[in-house]
């Protein structure tokens, strides 16, 4: 199993700032991942985060509004920047050991932005 | 483009009785299929996995079968009980280990 802790837990921010969500795990893992699900939705795939290396954006989510670090492979951040009303929502970190194993995810980090 | 549909509906079950959900998914050839679990509030929690050369996995009440040539997996739940109640997901996974995951089905179990 892999134990994850997301800071913050959840947070209140104003339009046009920016906000660094951080994912802490407890042993190295090979695959970390970032989701968001949206108030009603399922959970979305933002990006897939390659230590040492550039992240691995899905259709439609773009580096300079999800920069996304991994120094080493227990820990990533991800920043949602310049922040908008729709960017509300919760975000969610993954990891997994590899091929053909389960995944297992933070608690989330509930983010409003007014 | 891929796209993983389930049953939009919520699933309205009696105890005791078998739920039943659907995973459909298009222009994806999975390397293995996930389910999960989602309570309100909380990150998916994992259920099963099957691998594309299996038909069917149990794991106490549950069962999952995978047929690649319908591109389908069923998830049922046995002897359902009310703590079954939740929002149940399927992710087809790629042989990368990424994976999606589709809307979700929301199962309520009534005394």
């Known amino acids: 199993s892999a134990v994850i802790s997301q800071k913050p837990s959840r947070d209140i921010c104003q339009r046009g700032t920016s906000l660094t969500i951080q994912c802490q795990v407890d042993?190295?893992?090979?695959?970390m991942f970032w989701y968001r699900q949206q108030p009603g939705q399922s959970l979305t795939l933002i990006a897939t985060a390659n230590q040492g290396s550039e992240a691995t954006y899905e259709s439609g989510f773009v580096i300079d509004k999800f920069p996304i670090s991994r120094p080493n492979l227990t820990f990533s951040t991800l920043t949602v920047s310049n922040m908008s009303p729709e960017d509300s929502s919760i975000y969610l970190c993954?990891?997994?050991?590899?091929?053909?194993?389960?995944?297992?995810f933070g608690q989330g980090t509930r983010l409003t932005v007014v | 483009s891929q796209k993983i549909e389930q049953n939009s509906e919520a699933l309205n079950i009696q105890e005791g009785k078998t739920a039943t959900l659907t995973c459909n998914y298009t222009n994806y050839s999975p390397a293995y299929l996930q389910w999960y679990r989602q309570d309100p509030g909380r990150g998916p929690v994992f259920l099963l996995l099957i691998r594309e050369n299996e038909k069917e996995k149990r794991k106490e009440r549950l069962k999952v079968t995978f047929d690649t040539t319908l591109k389908q997996s069923l998830f049922h739940i046995t002897a359902s009980q009310p703590a079954d109640s939740a929002t149940y997901l399927c992710a087809p996974t790629d042989s990368w280990g990424k994976f999606q995951f589709g809307a979700g089905t929301q199962v309520v179990v009534t005394p």
């Open positions: 993954s990891v997994h050991r590899g091929l053909n194993t389960e995944a297992f």
């Open positions: 042993s190295q893992v090979t695959m």
